[in-house]
């Protein structure tokens, strides 16, 4: 039986969400401490851009978790965004007896 998430967090947003606005810390700073452009920092946190594995092992190193759970959060958040927009019943299974 598969376990499928319902509306699961970009995690840019969870980074918001648990770490930046509870301890008042900025995406600036965010950029400086993950040596990357406040802009992509900012398209990132607001769910624009995804997490990517150099992304999540800097993640890692500054934030916490392993790189292995941003790139698995992404990966849940991505495929809630594909089941929700490709219909299925367009689509026929391979037989294979």
């Not at 998430?5 to 965010?30: A, C, W």
């Not at 990517?52 to 092992?57: C, F, T």
């Not at 500054?62 to 927009?85: C, F, H, P």
């Amino acid at each position: 039986m598969d376990l499928v998430q319902h509306n699961p967090m970009h995690p840019g947003k969870f980074i918001k969400r648990v770490y930046l606005t509870p301890h008042d810390i900025g995406s600036n700073e965010l950029s400086r401490k993950l040596q990357v452009s406040a802009g992509l920092v900012s398209r990132m946190l607001n769910g624009k851009t995804d997490v990517s594995p150099a992304m999540a092992i800097k993640l890692s190193k500054v934030l916490g978790r392993t790189a292995e759970s941003w790139l698995a959060m992404q990966d849940n958040y991505n495929l809630w965004i594909a089941r929700k927009s490709i219909d299925l019943e367009k689509y026929e299974a391979i037989s294979f007896a």
